[in-house]
């Protein structure tokens, strides 16, 4: 008789050991979900943000290219202006030479009229 007593404690404390470790088995399933989506969310965060940085370099490499490319024009274009500048010069002291030379010449008409 002795013994049923102190089986059913025995039995008693198995089963709130039994649900204790229910329970904690539970909560720590959910914290694992929560943890896993925590992850998933900052592994999509970095791939996203890897994916903006590797644009970013893309265009940033193209947009280098455009501007040496642009350098390379604007340096030719220097050159281009600098020989029609020395031209458009040359240009304009032959047309003052070319404009004394008709003084010159038509002074002296003037004068005999």
Same mark, same amino acid.
């Given at each position: ?9 025995? @039995?008693?404390?198995?089963? @709130? ?6 329970? *904690?088995?539970?909560? *720590? ?6 943890? !896993?989506?925590?992850? =998933? !969310?900052?592994?999509? #965060? &970095?791939? =996203?943000?890897?994916? /903006?940085? !590797? ?5 940033? %490499?193209?947009?280098?290219?455009? @501007? ?13 202006? *600098?020989? %029609?500048?020395?031209? +458009? ?8 030479? +070319?404009? =004394?030379?008709?003084? /010159?010449? %038509?002074?002296?008409? !003037? #004068? /005999? &009229?």
């Amino acid at each position: 008789m002795e013994e049923e007593p102190l089986k059913n404690r025995i @039995i008693l404390i198995l089963g @709130i050991f039994t649900a204790i470790f229910l329970i *904690s088995t539970v909560v *720590s399933c959910l914290q694992l979900g929560k943890t !896993k989506s925590s992850h =998933d !969310k900052e592994v999509f #965060t &970095r791939m =996203d943000l890897e994916e /903006k940085m !590797k644009k970013a370099e893309d265009e940033k %490499t193209a947009l280098e290219a455009k @501007i040496n490319n642009l350098a390379k024009e604007l340096v030719a274009e220097k050159a281009t202006h *600098s020989e %029609t500048d020395k031209e +458009l010069l040359q240009e304009q002291l032959v047309n003052k030479s +070319l404009s =004394d030379e008709l003084q /010159k010449v %038509t002074q002296p008409d !003037k #004068t /005999k &009229r």
